[in-house]
């Protein structure tokens, strides 16, 4: 379950599929490594989050929102490094979008309200010729 990484330091990191499938969020930390018996974990950094040009949380100076990294990484499965390496991000950025995500849930979940009912309002305000429908092929 823990990689041993040789000295200086004996650290036992958990696997990332560990982490991301079972985050262990305590006070707005999330577990990451065990140190000579005690806990590390990592602080809630939200600097690196932002509102400040998207209608939702996304990585600070980027346009890739917090619920694409999320979509990305626990949904379709994609390797972080991946993630980071094809939107040119650090590999911390798509960490700090997990944490934040699992961190603000009721946010997230009202985020991807939002969106739904955007869409679904988009779709309705389409003109359709009779008898057409969109998931008609």
Do not use: C, W
Request: charged share 35%; glycine share 4%; hydrophobic share 35%.
């Amino acid at each position: 379950m823990f990689e041993k990484l040789e000295p200086p330091f004996e650290l036992f990191v958990k696997p990332r599929s560990h982490i991301r499938k079972n985050l262990s969020s305590v006070h707005g930390r999330t577990l990451i490594a065990t140190v000579g018996g005690s806990n590390v974990y990592a602080e809630r950094e939200t600097r690196r989050i932002a509102r400040d040009f998207m209608d939702e949380p996304h990585i600070a100076g980027r346009r890739v929102s917090v619920r694409q990294v999320y979509a990305l990484v626990e949904v379709r499965d994609v390797n972080p490094e991946t993630v980071a390496d094809r939107y040119d991000l650090d590999v911390a950025d798509v960490y700090h979008a997990l944490a934040y995500y699992h961190d603000h849930p009721r946010e997230m979940s009202d985020v991807e309200a939002e969106r739904e009912a955007v869409f679904e309002d988009f779709q309705e305000s389409i003109e359709r010729p009779d008898g057409v429908e969109p998931d008609t092929a």
